[in-house]
């Protein structure tokens, strides 16, 4: 514990500009800034690195590109692998622990030593794992690296420590899975074969040891020759040759038949009697055509025999539809008897496993369930009941039903907004499911000490938001609503109406939600915001709508001359956007825009009727941006909402919007630059068309190392050239420059309208994994970048309108690329830092970008089109002023409202609105509201926007207030309270607020706050209402945030940051000391950071893959009780026991239980395999695995526990074994005694 004291200054200066903008900040961690003051403020600083620590808590979602399923029969665990090496293995609800193989290789193939706590993976690297699951955290102990043969397929024995290996070469190895060593025992592909036969049998795809005998093993080439190897006598019992390829074989419980699925959509059943023929063939969906020929079929590429002791056999398999029918569902097709039940699929099957009641080959099987894994899917069949209903999935699988698009996550909510949530959430389930337990219920749970409620909230592309239940390191889905419901549905039409409709107009972008007062508010990709309340009654509502003009208007655009074909710019002080009053803007005369513009429109129309809202969230206020001389509103990029106030603020790249949702007005509607009134820190200066033109032919100076290009996106997304000299070569500019405004500032991934070319339209899948050209350029922050003022400059030269980026109505928005769906992976390193930035922001927004970096760079994009346009700013370093171009705007990239002080000579705190810009700036606007309900509705709320002007080193991104004690000051809150519940005259409804006020819990400090700001480049404090900055933290240099928090950790309060490099930073709170810095992700790509979400408690999440959620912890305390939290995947479970075969069986036929493998595959008898065939590599488990177990005696206590436990149960298994050989001795001599009293006095001739 650290105790610091610190001098306030009281610096008192001539420009806010040289206030907090001079070096006399300091650059180092923390630095404080000295001057001399009356005051003196104590923080107690509680935060130590010790408390700080950063580990993966949890997985939740689907897995990803799934290859691979296994189960363990006896625990009754799923595992499934995945593409990108990772293995999810589920139990119960609150079982499900997420492994990854390091080397990233896709899993093959799964199979469980059932019962036995350990689980084999197979890899596309050739590498078999051998992962322990008798820990909560699972770790390979042995690994085997296959070096000159490929591994197709693998075959693992009930109770056998033998793994047989099959490879694409047609080999067969076999693994001693204590050991894991190959064996000398090798079934040879020749050897396998005739050796008459000329052709190579291809593949082992099959390997299974017979049911009636395990000395026989069956071997499936992919070419269609099967042959039965004796294992004993290292010879072929019997060879089939068969013309279509095999791609499965599953065997009767007898062991005296087995089944095999081709190709060719056929089924053929094999009697060993006669292995000549096929016994039977079917083809079970080819039909006989008029010419007696069958229909072809598409391949089987599993089939699985399963037998019932009460009923016919079932034979269940996938694929095997006819080619005629053009867009069939993939199917499962479940045969059982003569009744064929087709069991249509949402997407294409990776793998299906059925779900025996014994783990024995030789008994009947009794099939209770099929697991079908989908491509974005997990669902299990109940064959139990004769409709095959499907169980209700308790795993959260469906996180991307739609396209996430933002996530948010909240702990510590209020404890009664869960039941509340769950409860309307219960009413809209799904109906129809079985209704026996979920099958997959192995392992143990319980609810950890360390619990509290949380919530996860999603936004998705269809504009649908879903709540989850988050506490204990769960998900459930707790509440779901669709914002699309506010608005008419869009009617397909022609031409540019239809470009409107399709794809995606609802997707949400970002989300703010006070789980106290229970407001919701959304923002919409086409500049649409909702309001939503809750309540607990359905009601009858009238949507309200407000129209936003937040654009600059054409008549602030000057058009060029008749002989410069250059972008010309605004006056100063003609950027101030305008609420709609109805009333169309008229053109500008040099624009030359066709006829039939849009103008004064918005993207989406809202229900003008009343509409019946069931009870949950329901919209209060719809607020739209409206379409400005056929230029479609730039996506907002900012969104704050306080319920005590009643107002609700949003910013983009034009300028920012207050509204009053209480009395459904716009109280302030203004661009970047009004709001600084009288005290902006940058001279907005104009620059002729000559010094442009000159800017074209050679780099620009930039006196502060900075340098701004902007590069148009090509509309196709593939002609990328990389020019070496765009600014020295001015040929690379075949049409006049000219700017352009981007939506760069908007905070959700989007490929917006110029993905298609002229002539050609180009569909991004919303699950497309993105291959652009792009993904090395210039990359700069998502929200440092100004925008460039108003619509597109349309020279008028002899190129005329053809230079308009958007044509009239054209759409604001294409599909929207949802923040699952980017799998870019961008290094961002000290050597290439600023490069990856530009790239990275040009795949976030799809959009041009500003350069802000201060680095120079003689290399960038030419987006070879004939819109590829540059501009540059140019910014002083002057410690006092900056100069900028008219046309670089600024956006609004956070807001937060708050109680404090707006003026330096304020004495008591007011109700503030809070600004961040792009260019690092930030605006204190004091507002004036009505204290009395009756006033508030309504007297207008006041607001001046001449308040204090703080600066900062790139786009601020997050305020927080806290005390002069430290603590965290949180924004004031009005009590939720139920709109539609019934009046009651005696109890009028008043609005109840809750304040949290600087001044109320600091009696011995006095008066004022600290504020803390952060941007993408470094942390400020400043003393409020002084506005003295105390200390200052450059948090990086080569990259950039992506993302801040202020959250609380330990009972106390700290600065949370993720950086584009992927370095996750906490730092304390006020004097931002760096308490953890952890290179936790080497490559940061798209997905993750458009939904890195940290929250209190020293927990965040962020996007995984485009179906998974992953959470992560950074507290010591957390990771110390993570152990505690998991679930634990083993349990110790007795083995069934197989049956009684009968006397005559066990005494006549039990070859099958005297075959002993050590023998033959031992050392001592098969000898040593080739080294250089395959190497062992020792895992990271140890003995048990105990890789996340305490270390030292802690760790040797529980190592040498576990070792006892399994050596106790070795004991007890021998001690039972011997208990039934010596009552089986003394029952076989019971039964000799028996017959020789009976046999004793007979003469011979009497037998």
């Avoid at 009697?271 to 039909?287: A, E, I, S, Y």
């Avoid at 490929?751 to 991004?764: A, F, T, Y």
């Avoid at 008028?796 to 949802?818: C, D, I, N, V, Y």
């Avoid at 960038?860 to 171009?885: A, G, L, M, P």
């Amino acid at each position: 514990m650290k105790k610091f004291r610190k001098v306030l200054d009281g610096l008192t200066t001539s420009s806010p500009g040289a206030t907090v903008g001079s070096p006399s900040c300091g650059s180092a961690a923390g630095t404080p800034t000295a001057a001399p003051t009356p005051k003196e403020i104590d923080v107690q600083e509680t935060l130590v690195s010790e408390n700080f620590q950063l580990c993966k808590t949890v997985r939740h979602g689907f897995p990803y590109q799934p290859t691979a399923l296994a189960f363990d029969p006896v625990q009754k665990i799923l595992a499934i692998g995945s593409r990108s090496g990772g293995v999810r293995i589920l139990g119960r609800p609150g079982v499900d622990c997420y492994c990854q193989h390091e080397s990233g290789a896709a899993v093959l193939q799964l199979q469980f030593l059932i019962n036995e706590g350990a689980l084999v993976s197979a890899c596309a690297d050739d590498t078999l794992h051998l992962w322990n699951l008798r820990q909560r955290r699972p770790a390979i102990l042995h690994s085997l690296k296959f070096n000159r043969e490929r591994i197709t397929f693998c075959h693992l024995p009930f109770q056998s420590k033998w793994l047989y290996v099959g490879t694409e070469r047609g080999n067969t190895h076999i693994v001693n899975i204590e050991s894991f060593v190959l064996s000398g025992y090798v079934i040879m592909w020749n050897k396998a074969i005739e050796l008459s036969t000329k052709t190579h049998p291809g593949p082992v795809v099959h390997l299974s040891d017979s049911p009636k005998d395990e000395g026989k093993l069956l071997i499936g080439f992919e070419s269609g020759t099967i042959v039965q190897w004796d294992l004993r006598g290292k010879k072929a019992d019997f060879r089939i040759y068969y013309d279509e390829a095999i791609h499965s074989v599953s065997w009767h419980h007898e062991g005296k038949q087995f089944m095999c699925s081709h190709s060719d959509g056929s089924l053929t059943l094999w009697n060993l009697r006669n292995t000549t023929k096929p016994f039977q063939v079917t083809f079970p969906h080819g039909k006989i055509q008029k010419d007696a020929r069958k229909e072809s079929c598409k391949p089987i590429l599993k089939v699985e025999y399963k037998t019932c002791r009460n009923s016919e056999p079932f034979v269940i398999f996938s694929g095997g539809l006819s080619y005629d029918k053009a867009g069939r569902r993939p199917a499962l097709t479940i045969m059982h008897g003569k009744a064929i039940t087709v069991l249509e699929m949402d997407y294409p099957i990776v793998e299906f496993m059925v779900l025996c009641e014994t783990p024995y080959n030789n008994e009947v099987q009794e099939p209770y369930a099929v697991v079908v894994l989908l491509e974005k899917d997990l669902i299990v069949v109940d064959l139990t009941q004769s409709n095959y209903p499907v169980f209700e999935n308790p795993y959260p699988m469906d996180i991307h039903e739609s396209p996430v698009t933002c996530t948010a996550y909240f702990a510590d909510c209020p404890p009664d907004i869960i039941p509340i949530l769950y409860s309307i959430g219960a009413k809209h389930k799904k109906t129809g499911y079985s209704q026996k337990e979920w099958p997959i219920s192995g392992g143990t749970w319980t609810l950890g000490s360390h619990t509290y409620p949380e919530i996860i909230i999603t936004g998705h592309a269809d504009g649908s938001i879903k709540f989850w239940d988050a506490s204990a390191i769960t998900l459930q889905m707790l509440y779901k609503m669709k914002t699309s419901k506010v608005f008419e549905k869009p009617k397909a039409g022609e031409g540019r109406a239809a470009e409107l409709v399709e794809e995606d107009p609802f997707a949400i972008q970002m989300v703010s939600w006070c789980p106290q007062s229970r407001m919701f508010c959304v923002v919409g990709i086409s500049a649409h915001i909702i309001l939503y309340r809750f309540s607990k009654y359905d009601a009858n509502t009238q949507i309200v709508s407000l129209e936003v003009r937040l654009q600059c208007d054409s008549d602030d655009v000057i058009s060029p001359s008749e002989n410069e074909n250059n972008p010309s710019f605004s006056e100063p002080g003609s950027h101030s956007p305008q609420p709609h009053h109805h009333h169309q803007h008229p053109a500008s005369p040099g624009s030359r825009t066709p006829e039939g513009i849009k103008d004064s429109i918005p993207c989406l129309k809202v229900k003008d009727r009343a509409v019946r809202v069931p009870p949950g969230y329901q919209s209060e206020l719809v607020i739209q941006l409206l379409w400005v001389d056929g230029e479609p509103p730039q996506q907002i990029t900012s969104l704050d909402i306080n319920s005590a106030y009643g107002l609700l603020a949003f910013g983009n790249c034009n300028g920012l919007a207050v509204v009053d949702y209480l009395q459904k007005t716009v109280i302030l509607c203004m661009s970047t630059l009004d709001l600084y009134g009288s005290t902006d820190p940058y001279q907005r200066l104009t620059r002729s068309p000559r010094r442009n033109r000159q800017s074209t032919s050679g780099l620009t100076e930039l006196t502060d190392n900075q340098q701004s290009i902007d590069m148009e996106r090509n509309k196709s997304p593939t002609s990328v050239h990389y020019p070496t000299s765009l600014h020295n070569d001015p040929r690379v500019l075949p049409e006049p420059v000219a700017s352009l405004r981007a939506s760069h500032c908007s905070p959700v991934f989007y490929l917006l309208d110029n993905v298609k070319g002229p002539g050609r339209k180009l569909s991004l899948p919303t699950d497309l994994k993105t291959d652009l050209d792009h993904v090395n350029g210039h990359c700069t922050s998502p929200t440092s970048q100004p925008c460039s003022a108003g619509k597109p400059r349309i020279p008028m030269g002899p190129e005329g309108p053809r230079l308009t980026r958007r044509g009239p109505g054209r759409p604001p928005f294409r599909k929207a690329q949802s923040a699952a769906c980017m799998e870019i992976s961008l290094p961002v390193s000290h050597t290439e830092g600023h490069a990856s930035r530009r790239a990275m922001l040009q795949q976030l927004h799809g959009v041009t970008m500003y350069s802000h970096d201060e680095h120079h760079s003689t290399t960038s994009y030419c987006w070879s089109d004939r819109e590829s346009r540059e501009n540059s700013f140019t910014r002083s370093r002057s410690s006092s002023v900056s100069s900028i171009d008219r046309d670089t705007k600024e956006a609004v990239t956070t807001l937060q409202f708050g109680e404090s002080y707006g003026r330096k000579n304020d004495v008591l705190p007011t109700p503030c609105l809070w600004v961040g810009t792009s260019l690092g700036v930030v605006l204190l606007i004091p507002m004036s509201i009505p204290t009395d309900q009756e006033e508030r509705m309504e007297e207008p709320v006041t607001m001046g926007v001449s308040g204090a002007v703080l600066m900062l080193k790139g786009s601020v991104l997050r305020f927080s207030f806290l005390d002069c004690m430290g603590a965290l000051i949180q924004p004031p809150y009005e009590v939720w309270r139920d709109h539609n519940a019934p009046e009651d005259p005696d109890r009028p409804r008043r609005r109840k607020l809750v304040h949290f006020s600087p001044s109320s819990s600091q009696d011995a400090c006095g008066d004022g706050h600290l504020a803390v700001v952060c941007s993408e480049r470094q942390a400020k404090v400043f003393l409020m209402p002084s506005q003295s900055c105390l200390f200052v933290h450059n948090i990086t240099e080569s990259s950039f945030v992506l993302r801040a928090d202020v959250v609380s950790v330990c009972n106390s309060v700290c600065l949370a940051c993720f950086c584009a490099n992927g370095h996750v930073m906490t730092l304390s709170l006020p004097s931002l000391r760096p308490l953890m810095d952890v290179n936790y992700l080497p490559l940061t790509d798209m997905r993750i950071a458009r939904t890195f979400y940290f929250t209190n408690g020293g927990q965040a999440l962020y996007l995984s893959s485009p179906t998974e959620v992953q959470r992560i912890t950074y507290s010591q305390e957390m990771c110390d009780n993570l152990q505690e939290m998991l679930g634990e995947l083993f349990t110790p479970i007795e083995t069934p026991e197989a049956q009684n075969r009968g006397f005559l069986k066990g005494f006549f036929g039990g070859n099958a239980h005297t075959f002993d493998r050590e023998e033959l595959f031992g050392e001592a008898a098969a000898g040593k395999a080739s080294r250089s065939l395959a190497q062992h590599i020792p895992g990271q488990g140890g003995v048990e695995g105990m890789k996340v177990a305490a270390s030292g005696v802690v760790g040797e206590l529980a190592r040498a526990r576990i070792a006892l436990d399994e050596r106790g149960q070795r004991l007890g298994e021998l001690e039972e074994r011997t208990a039934l050989m010596m009552t089986s001795a003394e029952a076989f001599s019971k039964h000799a005694h028996e017959l020789m009293l009976k046999c004793k006095d007979k003469k011979w001739y009497q037998f």
